[in-house]
C-alpha cells in the first residue's frame, strides 16, 4: 500500500532558531498521527509547514494526488496548491475565527468549498449544508445564523463540518479543542473519532493535549526544540516512552 | 500462532538518575492454535508486562514476538493497529473506555471497526451482554459508573465481539461471581475449540485448571539477579 | 498660462490612461491599475469616467454626459462643461448623435452602435471587496479564477430574502473568465451590456480601468435554480408610455401621489417627439 502522506528531511529555521528540524514520516490512508510538544517545540511551524501555509527551508511534503500519484507539494504551483487545500485537504484552526467567515451565515459557510468547486444549484447546495449542520450536530434551524452568534464549540464544529463536506481524505488539526470547557471539548472529541472512522479520513493532529492524543491517534511524535525525539503507536509511548523528555511528559500529566 | 523468542525488557527511567531496569530476559513461549497458555508467577514477576508486549503496548528491548506473520516486536505501527483489529484480541485488567459512549457501543465497536454492518455488530454485543447478565436497562449508559464487575463483564463482552485467531486474557475473571465466572470460561472454551490461540493471567487457579493446557511461569525470565 | 491642454490632462498622463485602456480591452474584465490624477473635482463626484473621457476624446466627438440617465442634473451639467471649456468639443444630449457618452450608473435606452463608445464611473470596481477586504487576496482570486465566494454573497441574499436581492452593481462573469463589477447599474441593464459599443470602465479614487470591446460575452452570476431577472418597477412611463425603459419614481404631492418616468430622458423626450403619450402626458411639465 502506497502511502498517502510522505514527509521527508523537513527543515524550517527562523534566523538561527531551529523551527523544526529533518522531520520524516509517513501517513497512510485511516491513519490519525499525533504531534505533541510544549510551546516552543516545533509542532505548529511542522504543521503549517506541511499544511503549505509556510515555506520550509528544506524536505519534500508529497501527496498521493488523485490524478498524477506522488507529487512534491512544496513544488507545485500556487493555483494546483490551492484547489488541493479546497478538495483533498482541510485544515482546522485552533481558534475558529480564522477558518470561518464571521460574517457569512452558517449555510453559506459549508456550502463555500462546494460552491468554489463549481456547485451551482441553490436548493442543492442548502441541502447539502443542512445535512452537515445535523452531523456535526448543529439545529438546522441555526443554518442562517452567523457564526458569530454562535458559541466557541459550536463555532468549532462549524469549521469542521465546512472542512469537511468535499469529502477531504487529510485533515490539518492545530489544537482543535484548545480553549474549550471540558465537557465542549469531550463532545468535539467524540464528534472527531466518529468522522474519521466514518470518512476514513486522514489526520494530523498537533496539540500539547497528551488525552486528546490518546483519544484521536493511531500514532504519536513527541517534538522537543524543534526535533523528533521519539515516535510510535500512541498507546506504547504514552504507556512506554522511552525518551527521557516523552517520560517527563507522561509523569507530568495531573491524574484525575 | 504466537511465538516469542528470546524477548527481554528493560525500563529506564532517565527523570530518576537515569536507573536502568531489567525486568525480563530471554523469554520464550509458543502456544498454538486452539492452545490455552497460562502465565504464571508472583506479583510483579512481569506476566503483565509479557502480554502487553506481545499486544504491542510495551516496547521489546529485543528478541522476537510472533502473531500469525507479524514481528510485533518491529512491526510498523499501522501494522499493529491492523492485528490488533483483526487477529490480536486483549481483554485487560480495567475497563479503559472513551467517556459518554454507551455500554451497546462500547462492545459493538471492534465489529464496527471490522466494517461489519452496525445492525449485525449491535445483535452481537446484545447477544453477549445478554450473556454476560448485564441488565437491558444499562446498555444505553456509559459504563464508566458501573461496579467493577460490571466493567469487567462489560470489558469481556468487548474482548470476545470479534472471533479472534489469538487472544490475551489478562485475569478475566477477578471481580467475578460463580455464575458469570462460568460463562465467562464457556466464552473462553468455545474460543479454543473454534481455534484461537490463548494466553491468559488467572490468580484463580480453578479457572486456570479448567480451560488452561500449560502453564508457564515467567519467573524463569527473571534476569538472574545482578551484583 | 490660462489655457487648458486638450481635454485638461496632459499629454504623457493621456498616453498612461490609453496604454491602461488597451490593457483592459485586451482582458476583458480585468482590473487594470492606473495612475489616477488629481482633477479638479474630489474623489467620488466621476474623476475616473473623466480620466478615461478626457484620454479617449478626439476635437471631432460629440461628447453627452448622463447621471442616472439624465442629461440635466448638476453633476452631467458640470462635467458637460468641463469638456466644453478644457477640450471645446461638441456636446449633444441626443444618444444616438453622440460618439463618446460618460454615464454614471445607467446604460442608455437606445442601443449603441460601433462608432460609440460609452465610459462609466465607478466608484468601487472589485466586486469581491465587501466579501474580502484584502487586496491582495482578491487580486489572487482574480488571477487564479476562485470565485465561490461570489457565489456565496448571491447564496446569502436568497437564504435571507428568498431571491437574490442584489438590484444593482450586479455581478457578471465576462467571456467565461473574470468575475466584474459593472458599476451601480441597475441588473436591468445587465443584458444591454452585450453590445456593439466599446465599454470602459474609470475608478478614479480606487485607481482603476477596466473595459469591454464590443460584442463581448457578458453573464450575470445566478443559480440554476434561481435564474438571473433583469426586473425594473411594474409600470410605463407616464410621460411616454414606454413599456420598457427602466423607470424613476417620482412623489409628486405629500398625499402619496407619484408617477413613473423614464429615467433615460432622452429616450422619453425622443418619444415623445415620435408622438408617444404616456398616462400623464402632455398635460404635465417634465418632472424628470
Known sequence: MTPLFQVKGLSKNYGTHIGCRDVNFDLYPGEVMGIVGESGSGKSTLLNCMAGHLTPDAGQVMFDTRAEGMKDTLEMSEPERRMLSRTDWAFVHQHARDGLRMNVSAGGNVGERLMAVGARHYGEIRDTAIDWLDRVEIKESRIDDRPSAFSGGMQQRLQIARNLVTGPRLVFMDEPTGGLDVSVQARLLDLLRSLVREMGLSAIIVTHDLAVVRLLADRLMVMKDGHVVESGLTDQVLDDPQHGYTQLLVSSVLQV | ????????????????????????????????????????????????????????????????????????????????????????????????????????????????????????????????????????????????????????????????????????????????????????????????SRGAAIIGIFHDEAARDRVCDREINVSDFTPKAAA | MSDYNFAYLDEQTKRMIRRAILKGLAIPGYQVPFASREMPMPYGWGTGGVQVSAATLTPDDQFKVIDQGADDTTNAVSIRKFFERTAGVETTEETAKATVIQTR????????????????????????????????????????????????????????????????????????????????????????????????????????????????????????????????????????????????????????????????????????????????????????
Open chain 3, 105 to 288: 450608473h445607467r446604460i442608455p435606452e437606445e442601443d449603441l452602435t460601433e462608432d460609440q463608445i460609452l465610459v462609466y464611473q465607478v466608484p468601487i470596481p472589485e466586486p469581491l471587496r465587501f466579501l474580502e477586504p484584502s487586496e491582495i487576496e482578491t487580486r489572487k482570486m482574480h488571477s487564479l479564477e476562485e470565485y465561490g465566494l461570489m457565489h456565496v454573497k448571491l447564496y446569502e441574499d436568497i437564504a435571507r430574502h428568498g431571491a437574490i436581492a442584489t438590484a444593482y452593481a450586479y455581478p457578471v462573469k465576462v467571456e467565461g473568465r473574470y468575475v466584474m463589477d459593472p458599476s451601480p447599474i441597475p441588473k436591468f441593464d445587465n443584458p444591454k451590456m452585450e453590445m456593439a459599443a466599446i465599454q470602459l470602465f474609470g475608478a478614479g479614487r480606487e485607481q482603476r480601468i477596466y473595459a469591454l470591446p464590443p460584442y463581448t460575452k457578458v453573464v450575470s452570476l445566478d443559480f440554476e435554480d434561481f435564474p438571473f431577472e433583469a426586473s425594473k418597477a411594474d409600470a410605463c412611463c407616464d410621460l411616454c408610455g414606454a413599456e420598457d425603459s427602466y423607470l424613476d419614481e417620482v412623489i409628486t404631492d405629500d398625499q402619496g401621489g407619484r408617477m413613473f418616468v423614464c429615467s433615460d430622458t432622452d429616450y422619453c423626450r425622443s418619444r415623445r417627439e415620435a408622438g408617444h403619450v404616456g398616462a400623464l402626458g402632455m398635460a404635465q411639465e417634465d418632472a424628470a
Open chain 2, 1 to 192: 500462532m504466537i511465538e516469542i523468542s528470546n524477548v527481554s525488557k528493560t525500563f529506564t527511567l532517565h527523570n530518576q538518575g537515569s536507573a536502568v531496569i531489567q525486568v525480563m530476559d530471554g523469554a520464550n513461549l509458543s502456544v498454538a492454535a486452539g492452545e490455552c497458555v497460562a502465565l504464571t508467577g508472583s506479583s510483579g514477576a512481569g506476566k503483565s508486562t509479557l502480554m502487553r508486549m506481545i499486544y504491542g503496548n510495551y516496547l521489546a528491548a529485543s528478541g522476537r514476538i510472533l502473531v500469525g506473520d507479524v514481528d510485533v516486536a518491529t512491526a510498523e505501527p499501522r501494522e499493529i493497529i491492523q492485528l490488533r483489529r483483526e487477529v490480536l484480541g486483549y481483554v485487560s485488567q480495567f475497563l479503559r473506555v472513551v467517556p459518554r459512549v454507551a455500554t451497546l457501543d462500547v462492545v459493538a465497536e471492534p465489529l464496527l471497526s471490522l466494517g461489519v454492518p452496525a445492525e449485525e455488530a449491535e445483535a452481537r454485543a446484545r447477544d453477549l451482554l445478554a450473556q454476560l447478565r448485564i441488565p437491558e436497562r444499562l446498555w444505553s449508559l456509559s459504563p464508566t459508573t458501573f461496579s467493577g464487575g460490571e466493567q469487567q463483564r462489560v470489558n469481556i463482552a468487548r474482548g470476545f465481539a470479534h472471533t479472534y485467531p489469538a487472544m490475551l486474557l489478562d485475569e478475566p475473571t477477578a471481580s467475578l461471581d460463580a455464575q458469570n465466572r462460568e460463562t465467562v470460561l464457556s466464552l473462553i472454551e468455545e474460543a479454543k
